[in-house]
């Protein structure tokens, strides 16, 4: 049951993270700007894709503030709560941990669309952790479990997009 619990608080951070590629956006959020001689995020981290990625992952943790309470009542049991207020801090999180790991890439000189394993699948998931965990009850096994699904789960999705062409490279 930790498992399933530990996928329904990450929705809507999985949302967020999802659908940025998919707003093929054209305003860079650095606006171009560099430190010395390397882009401080970078053109694909864009104003656009924020939006859109804040838009549909509290999209999503508020259908899921809606859907618990039937879904407990129909399977007998106690998904953990989401509030409006985790509905907006888990995607935002999400969207700021996926940011900071663009900015230290850039400070490792690694272009655009290089893979950094662990750093590329994790740091959405630690910034919408850190948004969040103080506001939902999460035991240690769904934040190991979250810690073990969400690479393999990001490296499919991330394939997906890519036979999809909604995404540059496979990771």
């Given at each position: 049951?930790?498992?399933?619990?530990?996928?329904?608080?990450?929705?809507?951070?999985?949302?967020a993270?999802m659908?940025?590629?998919?707003?093929?956006?054209?305003?860079?959020?650095?606006?171009?700007?560099?430190?010395?001689e390397?882009?401080?995020?970078?053109?694909?981290?864009?104003?656009?894709?924020?939006?859109l990625?804040?838009?549909?992952?509290?999209?999503?943790?508020?259908a899921?503030?809606y859907?618990?309470?039937?879904?407990?009542?129909?399977?007998?049991?106690?998904?953990?709560?989401?509030?409006?207020?985790?509905?907006?801090l888990?995607?935002?999180?999400?969207?700021?941990?996926?940011?900071?790991?663009?900015?230290?890439?850039?400070?490792?000189?690694?272009?655009?669309?290089s893979?950094?394993?662990?750093?590329?699948?994790l740091?959405?998931?630690?910034?919408?952790l850190?948004?969040?965990?103080?506001?939902?009850?999460?035991?240690?096994?769904?934040?190991?479990?979250?810690?073990?699904?969400?690479?393999?789960?990001?490296?499919?999705?991330n394939?997906i997009?890519?036979?999809?062409?909604?995404?540059?490279?496979?990771?």
């Amino acid at each position: 049951m930790e498992f399933v619990f530990a996928l329904w608080v990450l929705l809507p951070a999985y949302a967020a993270n999802m659908f940025p590629p998919i707003a093929n956006g054209k305003i860079p959020i650095d606006g171009g700007r560099k430190v010395k001689e390397w882009r401080i995020l970078g053109d694909g981290k864009t104003w656009e894709g924020v939006f859109l990625g804040l838009f549909v992952g509290v999209l999503v943790g508020l259908a899921e503030a809606y859907l618990r309470i039937p879904i407990n009542d129909m399977y007998g049991i106690e998904l953990p709560v989401i509030t409006f207020l985790t509905a907006f801090l888990i995607p935002l999180g999400a969207l700021l941990g996926d940011l900071a790991g663009s900015f230290i890439k850039r400070r490792f000189r690694m272009p655009r669309g290089s893979d950094a394993p662990f750093l590329d699948q994790l740091d959405f998931l630690m910034g919408a952790l850190f948004l969040s965990f103080w506001f939902i009850d999460l035991s240690a096994a769904m934040i190991v479990i979250m810690f073990i699904i969400t690479p393999i789960l990001h490296r499919l999705t991330n394939i997906i997009g890519f036979w999809l062409k909604l995404k540059r490279e496979p990771w």
